[in-house]
């Protein structure tokens, strides 16, 4: 019976404040004109869904109901009767009942329940009550944009406090569908707690599920194991952290794939394990990006720019980033430093952090140390220029150590390339 009386109350709670006085007004009405056990429990439930006003209204009319009922009914004393009817109680305790109040605490039973009458979503109300009812919009069942879902959301209104940037990754397919299936407490915050234990602070989440929000729903164990991979192959956690934070898809892969990787750059680059370790954890993108691109640009420091593997392996662990750069600007970097500045190998395998350099700064540095005479990258002659210093350092440092002139005077100079 109780999940009977649940049901209508929530029905009941679903209508407007003066909707449910009227059909509470309506019930009392009804309840007490009819000759038969009165039940209080059922109207102080109803009650207590309106007004606290409207609760001492329900008390006063089942005062006047009960008199006019002790009124009509048959008294041997009608000097009784007509005393009933000029006195008014003070209180219900002091009221001379005839009808049977039931205990608070009783269940309702279900021919009550048949009793009542029901409520309809088509019964006629007043304008005046039809313009205080609020409906929420409907949601869209497709959109472009999670917008339309984040005030219904939590998981999402959670996610935007974090620093995720929705309006990325609702262009990016399924994440919307995948974000709007995840549960924040269930799903969401235990591989928050996870990422935070390996070293990923408060301030990064954002960025990175805005990156990989993918993870979210990954199994907890898998993550886990994946970690431990990586520690058994000697990495510190202050290394853990730091490569899942610049590669926010490491965790994402398995643990196969993870020692597939390190394999192949062990072996196609010949270095130790120390140095393959140190090697992906400058550049851990290496464990996750597409092994196309190395393979090439490996082909082109041999083949087409005649380096050595032994030299390849030094440029390699100096500057890393080579190996994963585009094969046109190396291939232009090359032919500008090697054929036009004629620079050797040797000097090249030196400082390659040119490879990693913009092409039009080494350009007009070259051009007004031409200009100037001062273009002297041999170092067994006076006035030598290292390639580091060439690329390295702002303009004025440039224009006063190395040019020997105003900065004004290189400006003026680049208007006229």
């Known amino acids: 019976m109780p999940i009977l009386y649940g ?88 009221l001379p009942l005839k009808t049977e109040v039931t205990n608070f605490d009783s269940q309702i039973s279900l021919e009550e329940l048949d009793d009542l009458s029901p409520i309809s979503p088509l019964q006629q109300i007043s304008e005046e009550d039809a313009v205080q009812i609020v409906a929420e919009p409907p949601l869209p069942p497709a959109s472009f944009t999670l917008r339309d879902y984040v005030d219904r959301s939590k998981t999402l209104q959670k996610l935007v406090l974090l620093g995720v940037n929705l309006s990325k990754l609702e262009k990016r397919p399924g994440a919307g569908n995948l974000l709007l299936r995840l549960d924040f407490e269930n799903d969401i915050q235990k591989i928050l707690l996870f990422l935070k234990d390996i070293g990923v602070e408060d301030n990064q989440l954002g960025a990175f ?9 990954e199994d907890l164990e898998n993550l886990r194991i994946r970690v431990a991979y990586l520690e058994s192959k000697k990495f510190s956690k202050t290394d853990i952290s730091r490569m899942v934070i610049n590669a ?42 597409s092994l196309e691109p190395v393979k090439e640009n490996m082909k082109v420091y041999r083949l087409q720019f005649g380096f050595k593997h032994n030299e390849i392996q030094h440029m390699v662990t100096r500057i890393p980033k080579i190996l994963t750069a585009s094969k046109r600007k190396l291939t232009e970097t090359f032919d500008y430093v090697h054929n036009v500045m004629h620079i050797p190998h040797h000097l090249i395998v030196k400082f390659p952090q040119v490879f990693n350099s913009k092409l039009l700064r080494v350009k007009e540095r070259n051009s007004f140390l031409t200009y100037l005479g001062r273009a002297q990258y041999d170092p067994q002659k006076p006035n030598y220029i290292s390639l580091d210093k060439l690329v390295s350092i702002p303009d004025e440092e440039f224009c006063k150590e190395i040019a020997k002139a105003s900065l004004q005077d290189f400006e003026m100079f680049l208007k006229t390339l």
């Open 7 to 94: 049901k209508w109350l929530c029905q009941f709670s679903r209508y407007p404040m003066k909707i449910r006085n009227f059909i509470i007004i309506t019930q009392i009405r009804n309840h007490f004109t009819r000759p038969r056990k009165t039940n209080l429990h059922c109207l102080l439930a109803l009650s207590q869904q309106s007004s606290g006003s409207f609760l001492h209204w329900g008390f006063k009319n089942y005062r006047t109901s009960s008199l006019w009922n002790s009124s009509q009914a048959p008294s041997s004393n009608g000097q009784e009767n007509i005393s009933a009817q000029g006195t008014h109680p003070t209180s219900l305790n002091e």
């Open 209 to 217: 599920l805005t990156k990989n929000y993918i993870i979210l729903s």
């Open 248 to 289: 926010p898809y490491l965790l994402s892969f398995p643990v196969d794939r993870l020692d597939n990787r390190l394999g192949f750059f062990q072996k196609e680059l010949g270095l130790d394990v120390q140095k393959t370790r140190d090697l992906v954890i400058r550049l851990p993108r290496l464990l996750t990006g």
